[in-house]
């Protein structure tokens, strides 16, 4: 088995009966996974061959720019720390705007987001939002299942024929006439391979793969229905800096000539979630300025990155990950600092998650989330963000009252309204600004309760997952994993507890079994049993004790959820 673009290396062992039928594939693609007749409605030959050209040329663009990642860590991890880069001043200094934004999505001051399955595109879709982001990402667990299922789901609800029948409730779902939400389309980061289709003997690149197939088949009906005559849209994920939006403007480039559209008629939003991005961000929108629509604080993953990037820097310690939010100074200065960039380019800026969901049975504290929810949006509309997003169609009402109340009705965006110049003195050093507060025990806990529970779900196919009141995907995960790992390597004080205890191996290893423990309780014994949470557990704590710290959880994960079917189909 092929080697990836990131070194992965696909499992041999793993593998499935064989299929009845085969794929029809062109020259040197194999498909390892499952036959079915709805994916094969997906993967004809015609589209596979668009995928296979994207995958030719660009994958030694995309093992470069991965290097390149390792070649940053490794200064990183010396004592480097990110800035603003010198050879590219013109671009930020200079007076330059994207493309207007289409008209159809003018208006994205509430989007809704979630993974790629039936039920939840509908109902996203019936939500009252403006925008619906359906992802391939950090919502969805990559399995071969719901990869297929969600170009399926997708291609039924960009032609308007999607229904989904929920046996259990004997109800049937269906698109609103009108007024249902834009969709947009997140692809798997760089970083992540598809094991299950190989090309030219390597597995393909998995955002290549997801792009690729949603826009063969998608992009005339979406520019007739949804844009306009713009489109498809798209969210990008996990960019670190111009160079990989290069890559992606090319593929932009390549799938307009391919289908002969005009240039500039696909439209992304690239989420701002890596600490090297933030000092970027006018360079990647100078390389995406014919196909841009803005750029959004993806928080939860740039506190991540934030650890991740300053993972040899033991004077750079997170306190508890609820300590981490946007009022710090860090924090707050990338957003102002984000919201500046946009408005002076002429596009959105689009504000973070609200991951609250509605608790149902407890109206007291149900209000108070929301309360918290409608200052967290408060803040982001007054500081001059165009947009934001929710996980649940519950908060919808109460996020678009707020922006509503403070933007006016007729008023689409900000983009005009507030140019934020005052974020124009933003330094290197506020961006980089040590973060404030304690660490307990309570924290080391949450942090390993949720990781654990939201890999269990992870490795049996669900990347959306309700933990206490909140709906957590990868990026939690990841932040949990690796500032356990931070905690353990530098054997951290837990000063907010006034006991003055050091984390360390030992003491982590109790905390696990105690709240493995507690999970049991939470979940009962028969889902403990049934459930991954053994699997996840040993995973998690490998990944929390390594000497080193691993790039993503879901790339070792991954390997847990691959499932090879030899009979599947080959033109090598």
């Given at each position: 088995m092929g080697v990836g673009t990131n070194g992965y290396t696909a499992p041999a062992t793993r593998k499935s009966g064989g299929a009845a039928a085969g794929y029809d594939v062109p020259e040197g693609v194999e498909i390892q996974g499952r036959f079915d007749e709805e994916f094969a409605k997906i993967l004809t030959k015609e589209a596979l061959e668009f995928v296979v050209e994207l995958q030719r040329e660009f994958r030694n663009r995309i093992k470069y720019a991965l290097e390149c990642r390792k070649e940053a860590k490794r200064r990183y991890n010396e004592g480097d720390v990110p800035g603003f880069d010198p050879a590219t001043k013109f671009i930020r200094e200079t007076n330059w705007v994207c493309a207007p934004v289409p008209p159809a999505v003018a208006d994205r001051r509430v989007e809704i987001t979630g993974p790629v399955e039936r039920k939840m595109i509908i109902n996203a879709l019936n939500s009252g939002a403006k925008v619906f982001m359906a992802d391939f990402e950090d919502a969805l667990s990559p399995t071969w299942e719901n990869l297929m299922r969600g170009q399926v789901n997708l291609k039924d609800a960009v032609d308007g024929s999607i229904t989904f029948h929920d046996k259990a409730r004997n109800r049937v779902y269906k698109l609103n006439d009108k007024n249902t939400a834009k969709l947009f389309v997140r692809p798997r980061g760089w970083h992540?391979?598809?094991?299950?289709?190989?090309?030219?003997?390597?597995?393909?690149?998995?955002?290549?793969?997801?792009?690729?197939?949603?826009?063969?088949?998608?992009?005339?009906?979406?520019?007739?229905?949804?844009?306009?005559?713009?489109?498809?849209?798209?969210?990008l994920p996990k960019v670190e800096n111009s160079r990989e939006a290069k890559i992606w403007n090319?593929?932009?480039?390549?799938?307009?000539?391919?289908?002969?559209?005009?240039?500039?008629?696909?439209?992304?939003?690239?989420?701002?979630?890596?600490?090297?991005?933030?000092?970027?961000?006018?360079?990647?929108?100078?390389?995406?300025?014919?196909?841009?629509?803005?750029?959004?604080?993806?928080?939860?993953?740039?506190?991540?990155?934030?650890?991740?990037?300053?993972?040899?820097?033991?004077?750079?310690?997170?306190?508890?990950?609820?300590?981490?939010?946007?009022?710090?100074?860090?924090?707050?200065?990338?957003?102002?600092l984000l919201i500046r960039t946009c408005h002076r380019r002429g596009v959105h800026a689009m504000g973070g998650m609200a991951a609250q969901i509605p608790i149902r049975d407890d109206p007291a504290a149900n209000e108070a989330a929301l309360d918290l929810v409608r200052k967290d949006k408060l803040r982001e509309v007054k500081a001059g963000h165009d947009g934001t997003w929710a996980a649940h169609p519950g908060l919808i009402p109460a996020c678009m009252e707020v922006f509503t109340n403070n933007m006016g009705s007729n008023t689409p965006n900000q983009i005009q309204s507030m140019r934020r110049e005052d974020a124009s003195s933003i330094t290197e050093e506020d961006l980089l600004e040590r973060p404030r507060g304690v660490r307990t025990l309570?924290?080391?806990?949450?942090?390993?309760?949720?990781?654990?529970?939201?890999?269990?779900?992870?490795?049996?196919?669900?990347?959306?997952?309700?933990?206490?009141?909140?709906?957590?995907?990868?990026?939690?995960?990841?932040?949990?994993?690796?500032?356990?790992?931070?905690?353990?390597?530098?054997?951290?004080?837990?000063?907010?507890?006034?006991?003055?205890?050091?984390?360390?191996?030992?003491?982590?290893?109790?905390?696990?079994?105690?709240?493995?423990?507690r999970i049991e309780r939470e979940v009962g014994k028969e889902k403990f049993k049934k459930g991954m949470y053994k699997e996840a557990c040993k995973l998690f704590t490998r990944q929390c004790t390594a000497q080193t710290l691993d790039d993503f959880l879901t790339l070792d994960a991954y390997n847990h959820i691959v499932m090879h079917h030899p009979r599947g189909s080959s033109r090598l």
């Open positions: 992540l391979p598809e094991a299950h289709i190989i090309i030219d003997g390597e597995p393909a690149t998995g955002c290549l793969v997801d792009f690729g197939l949603y826009f063969f088949h998608n992009y005339a009906a979406f520019r007739q229905t949804q844009g306009a005559g713009f489109g498809p849209f798209f969210y090319c593929v932009f480039e390549r799938a307009e000539k391919k289908a002969g559209i005009e240039r500039g008629s696909i439209r992304a939003t690239v989420l701002i979630e890596t600490l090297p991005a933030v000092f970027q961000m006018d360079e990647i929108l100078h390389e995406l300025r014919d196909h841009s629509v803005g750029l959004n604080c993806g928080r939860w993953d740039y506190i991540f990155s934030y650890v991740k990037t300053f993972q040899g820097h033991p004077d750079r310690l997170l306190p508890d990950r609820f300590l981490v939010g946007m009022t710090q100074h860090f924090m707050r200065s990338y957003s102002n309570e924290g080391l806990r949450l942090n390993t309760r949720v990781g654990i529970q939201y890999l269990a779900a992870w490795l049996t196919g669900t990347g959306s997952v309700p933990l206490y009141n909140l709906m957590e995907d990868a990026a939690t995960a990841e932040i949990s994993r690796v500032q356990n790992w931070q905690w353990i390597k530098y054997g951290v004080e837990l000063d907010g507890d006034g006991l003055g205890v050091r984390v360390g191996k030992e003491l982590f290893g109790r905390v696990v079994e105690e709240e493995m423990q």
